[in-house]
């Protein structure tokens, strides 16, 4: 699909086109959500598109201080689209945020981030292409209902698929009794798959906004799915990220469902991950290819993968920046945790997937989730690879074997490393260590980003007892 516009002379001519009354400009904070504000489109000038859009910095959560608030969205016109979802016409144009105190790009703006890790992979000689492709799953569910006060706490979740549903009575249609079951999902037809026109739908809207779909399908476990969206460089990928998940969950919305990105919202079914598939180019060759090697991968795209797992700690505390990220992370529902490579063996960490020759010779991480700002995620991977490289670190592997069948004193006697057990260890990973981060990331932003983490997600999740806990030890 690609781009609608390149420059603000066919942007307003795409305006005119579609009648356009709304310019809509996002931009993302570091927890990876989008925030909006809308100007009439008469009051878009070209100077405001390319000089940027003043706003208030500090109305953002862990932004600017109030008395240096003002900072400016600066529009990256070639990322515009039409809003699908408006009911009056309505561009959307997604933007960086600008430091007008320093005079350059704001350094607790993820897409800043991201941009400049390219420059930084272009500058160091690795590469001059980085192409990712991640795979968002997702749950749709048709209510969900969460409480939590200070003698109380508590959720439900319910979907017509849901295992639980077998004797209900539904008034209204009777219960059809095709259900998937627990870790029944993957790839039933209808009547089981309840989401093939829903999934459809989102399927439409995407290539409407701009991304190239290639499938869509029921996942593993009741009520998920995954769309299948077409890989990109860095950038593109990222704001793909934002643009799916915005149109997944506004599709569920009008058709009265609720979908949910969250890696674990079922106990005892698969949760979602956010596969994440790399590779790095130079004057129009794949860097990670070796012909006649295992599974064609190259030394560097080990030495990559070398970093990537030496820095798990530090990586995790960005690609799985949640404490429900590690309920996904444990053995038995195939998210993958222990810290080796193979080829098609979706039990390791990552993945080589299967393909023939220089073009789809790739790695797969398979651990990171959607809770992760899609640029900083990717913006870590990158930097953690890239000091592989430097270093030449080689990953433990690979290993052909069921990982997922391997008892904790096996792996401990293998020597294989695993993903941190829970954020507050990744987070203490990355207070010790964030050398390789420092070529891109300030030590402000990364120091601000592990106190925020331990304060929005770690101590909350700590402090707050369970119903689990009450069933377990109400009565010692």
Not at 117 to 146: C, H, Q, W
Not at 161 to 177: A, F, L
Not at 247 to 260: D, F
Not at 286 to 313: Q, R
Request: hydrophobic share 35%.
């Amino acid at each position: 699909m690609g781009k609608f516009v390149n420059n603000v002379k066919e942007f307003n001519t795409y305006c005119e086109e579609n009648e356009v009354e709304f310019v809509d400009f996002r931009f993302t904070d570091i927890n990876g959500k989008w925030h909006h504000i809308s100007y009439r489109r008469s009051a878009v000038e070209d100077t405001m598109l390319e000089a940027g859009i003043p706003f208030d910095g500090s109305s953002i959560e862990n932004w600017q201080p109030i008395e240096k608030s003002d900072m400016l969205l600066k529009p990256d016109v070639p990322t515009a689209f039409m809003d699908p979802f408006t009911a009056d016409s309505t561009v959307i144009i997604i933007c960086d945020v600008y430091d007008i105190y320093k005079n350059e790009f704001y350094e607790r703006c993820p897409r800043s981030i991201a941009k400049k890790t390219l420059k930084y992979m272009e500058e160091s000689g690795v590469g001059d292409d980085a192409f990712f492709g991640p795979e968002n799953e997702f749950f749709i569910f048709d209510d969900v209902r969460i409480w939590s006060g200070v003698n109380q706490t508590g959720y439900r979740v319910d979907s017509e698929e849901g295992d639980w549903n077998r004797s209900t009575k539904y008034d209204d249609i009777g219960n059809m009794g095709h259900r998937p079951g627990l870790k029944g999902g993957y790839f039933p037809v209808m009547p089981t798959d309840t989401m093939v026109d829903l999934r459809a739908e989102m399927m439409l809207i995407l290539e409407e906004v701009g991304l190239t779909v290639m499938l869509g399908h029921h996942e593993v476990a009741q009520a998920q799915g995954e769309i299948g969206i077409k890989y990109g460089d860095m950038i593109e990928a990222a704001d793909n990220v934002q643009k799916y998940k915005y149109v997944v969950k506004m599709v569920a919305h009008l058709n009265g469902k609720t979908a949910t990105f969250m890696p674990k919202p079922l106990y005892g079914d698969n949760g979602n991950g956010m596969h994440v598939h790399q590779s790095i180019w130079k004057n129009g060759k794949n860097l990670f290819y070796k012909e006649g090697a295992y599974a064609n991968l190259s030394d560097m795209a080990l030495n990559y993968l070398g970093g990537v797992f030496k820095h798990s700690g530090a990586v995790a505390s960005f690609t799985n920046p949640s404490t429900n990220s590690y309920k996904r992370l444990v053995p038995g529902f195939e998210a993958p945790s222990i810290l080796t490579y193979s080829s098609q063996n979706r039990s390791a960490a990552c993945r080589i997937p299967y393909g023939s020759g220089e073009m789809a010779t790739r790695i797969e991480t398979r651990f990171p989730d959607s809770t992760a700002c899609p640029y900083l995620c990717f913006a870590v991977l990158m930097l953690a690879g890239i000091d592989g490289i430097k270093n030449k670190d080689v990953p433990v592997g690979p290993m052909d074997i069921d990982l997922f069948e391997l008892t904790l004193d096996e792996i401990k006697e293998k020597k294989i490393p695993q993903m941190p057990r829970t954020l507050r260890e990744a987070l203490e990973g990355l207070r010790e260590d964030f050398e390789f981060l420092k070529p891109v990331m300030s030590e402000e932003f990364i120091t601000t980003y592990r106190q925020y983490m331990f304060a929005s997600q770690v101590h909350p999740d700590e402090s707050r007892p369970t119903g689990f806990e009450f069933r377990s030890t109400y009565s010692c």
